[in-house]
């Protein structure tokens, strides 16, 4: 088996397993020479960490040298890449500069920043054709000025029109350039029909090997630029619908191909191409959500990683991942394990609830309004957001309860991990083995119905070893509009 792979150092137990296709394998081997990576011979980084999956990567007097040359490098030994999705949107608005800084810091190699281009020509960073959904005006990007563009605040992370205004401002292309110069790279999502308008940014800034484009057009056109733009860094997108492109590049390989397949069946998820782009170039995955590798997601991974990052490397040959989870793939990438408990903790998944209405659960309908038929004959709403089996349709009246093996007794914090597009989003209460209920627990807006993130809520409570019970209680007047992945309790003092 290749160095690249090995057994996971652990396991996170569910009860709730999704249908994973695939077979494991182990990874290509090396089809790459040296003048293809750029490698010369003594410039491998050494690490006395330990890694779990892909090499320790090249050497460079900066991390951008570094993840440059590593970019090159589709041998065996290659160091998988990491590129954070929007940049690190988890800790600062998406396609921000303190998302950009924060994404690297994290450690990411890669930041996919968005690119559209103002009414006089600039190049600016924003998902959308519109600022309607991540600023606090409105119009199409390219209707508007750059000055009139400069004017806007960013929403809180992903955007929508109850995220929390920041005092953060779109960033044009040529600021985040320079930040990233000497970080590391730029995946210029949507930016091929701005490519010249990238170009001039790219040379005035110095920052061309730092800039990846990408696109899925016609092979004459990609290769038409790339020999009239000495330097330029690509990568091509593939589905069902171009597969052919891979053979007609030739021997002038893009650097990457990010292969997108919402089926194990598709062509481009078949071992037999994923070899073949894998012998001159590297396999990109994005884990983002369901549809763009099956449902090899960042929240399947975060249950098991064979349901997700680990499959992708071992069974489809990716090397660089896109994921809104950074801090989560690099854990991994060291350790093997998706999402570990704390020392200590006790994790409760939200679809674990005692049986029973009246008993185990109250839910104010009899049926289950979501997308997985878990457990029969229960009202409560359990589903799958890309890859994350969480309750919905919470409503104010509803409760849970749960039994709870607790491993020491102390004091323990109670967290849930929830999502919410919504200001407010809900509120619930605790109780322990029915006890008095907490104070109510506001829920936080996470920007996105599918994206969970763990809040704690101040609630803590004595608990001797051995099995409680805990409920979830959702206040009748309260606005109830969000999402339960699950709930955590977490020692506190000593």
């Avoid at 995220?163 to 210029?188: F, H, I, S, Y």
């Avoid at 659960?361 to 049926?367: F, N, S, V, W």
């Amino acid at each position: 088996m290749n160095s690249r792979i090995r057994t996971r150092a652990g396991a996170v137990v569910t009860t709730a397993a999704l249908v994973l296709s695939g077979a494991l394998a182990s990874v290509v081997a090396e089809a790459g020479t040296k003048a293809e990576t750029g490698v010369e011979a003594g410039v491998l980084a050494s690490s006395a960490a330990p890694v779990a999956f892909g090499g320790a990567g090249h050497g460079g007097g900066t991390p951008a040298e570094r993840a440059y040359r590593d970019l090159l490098d589709h041998g065996p030994n290659a160091k998988i890449l990491t590129a954070a999705h929007r940049a690190q949107w988890r800790s600062a608005p998406e396609n921000s500069a303190p998302a950009i800084l924060a994404a690297f810091a994290d450690g990411a190699e890669i930041v996919e920043l968005d690119v559209q281009l103002t009414a006089d020509g600039v190049p600016v960073l924003m998902h959308d054709t519109t600022v309607d959904r991540t600023t606090n005006g409105t119009g199409r990007v390219d209707s508007l000025t750059l000055e009139q563009i400069e004017g806007l605040r960013l929403r809180e992370g992903l955007g929508g029109a109850q995220a929390a205004l920041t005092d953060e401002r779109v960033p044009t292309l040529e600021q985040a350039m320079r930040l990233a110069k000497d970080r590391g790279l730029v995946n210029l999502d949507k930016g091929w029909p701005f490519r010249e308008e990238i170009w001039s940014v790219l040379t005035e800034t110095g920052t061309v090997r730092n800039g990846l484009y990408k696109s899925d057009a016609p092979v004459d056109q990609v290769q038409e630029f790339r020999a009239t733009h000495r330097g330029a860094v690509y990568l091509h997108i593939v589905t069902d619908a171009n597969v052919a492109d891979v053979e007609k590049f030739g021997a002038d390989q893009p650097v990457a191909y990010e292969v997108n397949f919402d089926s194990t069946a598709d062509v481009v998820a078949r071992r037999p191409f994923l070899d073949r782009v894998a012998s001159g170039s590297r396999v990109w995955s994005n884990t983002m959500w369901n549809g763009l590798s099956e449902r090899m997601t960042d929240e399947a991974s975060l249950i098991d990683p064979l349901r997700g990052w680990q499959a992708l490397a071992e069974s489809y040959n990716t090397t660089i991942f896109q994921t809104d989870d950074v801090e989560k793939i690099e854990s991994w990438l060291r350790t093997g394990e998706g999402d570990p408990l704390p020392r200590g903790a006790v994790r409760v998944q939200a679809e674990d609830f005692l049986p029973g209405e009246g008993v185990g659960y109250h839910d104010l309908e009899p049926a289950n309004r979501s997308n997985l038929q878990m457990r029969p004959g229960e009202g409560v709403d359990i589903q799958d957001l890309d890859g994350a089996v969480s309750l919905g349709w919470m409503r104010g009246g509803e409760w849970l309860t749960y039994s709870v093996d607790v491993p020491r007794t102390g004091t323990y914090e109670v967290a849930v991990r929830a999502s919410s597009p919504y200001s407010p989003a809900g509120a619930y209460t605790v109780s322990f083995d029915d006890g008095a209920p907490s104070d109510r627990v506001d829920v936080r807006n996470t920007t996105s119905h599918a994206k969970q993130v763990l809040q704690p809520s101040g609630v803590t409570q004595r608990l001797t070893k051995g099995t409680h019970t805990l409920r979830i209680s959702l206040p009748e007047d309260a606005y109830q509009n969000w999402n339960l992945d699950r709930i955590e309790l977490t020692p506190v003092g000593r």
